[in-house]
């Protein structure tokens, strides 16, 4: 592509000309106006907020506790024996005094705090007080009820000479506040007109300003940037599907040159950088895993050869050929001629040995079955899935129980995910032992020994598939463990 134009400005000056007469101003004046807004609306809320709030209060507050109040001193029964929260026949709702007035005590700190006008605050103070004043009389009169001893006169005289007059100063003080906050709407209103006013005017010259400036500065530009930073952009687009063999040549003398030269360069070097960056996922990815693998706990072939040796002393030479011949079907798929993936079936055969060489060394302690589903028998799964998890079973819940054990392997396909189960009915674990073992799993604590293997199949499920497979487990102290491998069912192709 060829592309030539007169130079009168540098690019970063054009471009920047263009920001600052578009931009800038705009930016300036939207600010300006979320401020007038969200000021104006925030003055709203709060006074509508506090007015509502306060209207809750007036006139039901006097009203309902006058009348629980006269309920109880005409029955001769204290308040605790009212029908609280009962509406009577003429529509006010029965209320025990002493809950409606803390109620109220905390509505004052509230309106207090969500009061517009100063006043406000100060006369939600006095409502408390005088609430405390109300409680007292109230109190007076409940232990007159409570003696029972005839001073319904007395009772009567404090009702109407105390009770009902605090109530009648606390409605009034209730009105007040409404009055005042309502009062407060005609303020905001005139200054809202005001900014409204100021902001029209000055959004219409911003605006007009920035449309003339913007206009004139586009037409300038378009010839000399905005046509070759298009060429650029499609051929961008190009190398962003991966065409890095993709290439831009641009007749300049100013920053498009500069521009263009860096994105052949950039193209050439991202297209070499994404093939070493695959090779070398690939490669580490390889090698994690197989060093994953080799962390297999080597007590376990020891005691083996130790049990071999004791059975050839003691010439025991069919013990001794099922032993070697188990162990040797055992490393065989071990090794798998270096695969990463064996099948279903193979990583059963497996297992099937390393549980059979238990058996004959704890045969008093252990029982296993192994009842895996056929038709997932031909799917592939990385291999030495399943006998980390047994081992554990075996050593962390069946030898720590009273009594002969179960080892159940289960295996089956559910939607589109492989299910394999090891399930034993040994100690289990505490709540606390359990998310220990959930945090080592994923790296979260370093110091749980009897997890390591079952963090190695973990991690490597998570190399191989990704985060949301994995091994999880759930457990019951002195019921048991059951721990659950969930593997993709599709796409499980050869080995990484």
């Known amino acids: 592509m060829r592309i030539s134009f007169k130079k009168h400005f540098s690019l970063n000056e054009r471009l920047g000309m263009i920001a600052v007469a578009a931009l800038l101003p705009l930016t300036i004046l939207v600010l300006y106006l979320m401020y007038v807004l969200n000021m104006s609306n925030h003055a709203f809320d709060q006074i509508t907020n506090s007015v509502t709030y306060a209207n809750s209060y007036e006139s039901e507050f006097k009203e309902r506790l006058d009348y629980s109040m006269y309920l109880a001193v005409i029955r001769g029964e ?164 991966g065409d890095f063999d993709t290439r831009v040549q641009v007749e300049a003398e100013d920053e498009i040159a500069v521009l263009t030269d860096s994105f052949n360069d950039m193209a050439e070097e991202i297209g070499q950088l994404v093939e070493d960056i695959k090779r070398e996922q690939t490669n580490l990815r390889a090698m994690e895993n197989k060093l994953l ?121 559910d939607g589109n995910k492989v299910i394999l189960k090891v399930i034993d009915n040994g100690k289990g674990m505490t709540e606390e032992e359990l998310q220990k073992l959930r945090r080592y799993m994923v790296g979260y604590d370093d110091d749980d020994k009897k997890g390591f293997g079952v963090a190695n199949v973990n991690q490597r499920i998570h190399h191989y598939y990704g985060e949301e497979y994995g091994v999880f487990y759930e457990s019951e102290e002195n019921v048991g463990t059951e721990a659950v491998i969930i593997l993709p069912a599709n796409n499980i192709e050869a080995e990484v």
Not at 162 to 176: F, G, P, R
Not at 212 to 239: G, K
Not at 300 to 311: A, K, R
Request: charged residues 25%; hydrophobic residues 40%; aromatic residues 8%.
């Open 78 to 241: 204290p308040v605790s024996k009212l029908e609280e929260g009962k509406v009577t026949v003429n529509g006010i709702k029965i209320v025990n005094p002493y809950t409606y007035i803390y109620e109220l005590r905390e509505a004052c700190d509230e309106m207090a705090d969500i009061a517009t006008v100063n006043a406000n605050r100060t006369r939600s103070m006095r409502i408390k007080r005088t609430l405390n004043s109300l409680e007292k009389w109230i109190r007076q009169i409940d232990e007159n009820l409570e003696e029972d001893s005839g001073k319904y006169t007395e009772n009567m005289e404090m009702l109407e000479n105390n009770v009902y007059k605090l109530t009648e100063v606390i409605d009034s003080a209730i009105q007040e506040y409404v009055i005042a906050e309502t009062a407060n709407f005609a303020n905001i209103k005139e200054e809202l007109l005001q900014d409204s006013a100021r902001t029209q005017r000055i959004s219409i010259i911003v605006v007009c300003l920035v449309i003339m400036l913007t206009v004139f500065l586009v037409i300038l530009a378009f010839r000399s940037v905005a046509r070759p930073i298009q060429e650029l952009c499609d051929m961008s687009r190009q190398v962003a599907k």
């Open 293 to 413: 693998q080799a962390q297999i706990n080597p007590h376990f072939l020891y005691n083996t050869l130790d049990t071999i040796v004791w059975l050839a002393e003691e010439k025991q030479t069919d013990n001794v050929v099922m032993m070697v011949t188990m162990l040797s079907e055992f490393f065989r798929t071990t090794l798998s001629k270096g695969r990463d993936y064996i099948t279903v079936e193979e990583e059963k055969k497996h297992v099937d040995s390393y549980l059979k060489i238990q058996q004959f060394r704890y045969q008093d302690i252990m029982d296993y079955r192994i009842d895996i589903n056929k038709e997932i028998m031909d799917y592939t799964i990385p291999k030495l899935t399943l006998q980390p998890l047994v081992e554990n079973a075996l050593y962390h819940g069946i030898k720590k129980k009273r009594g002969k054990g179960l080892i159940t392997i289960q295996g089956y396909r």
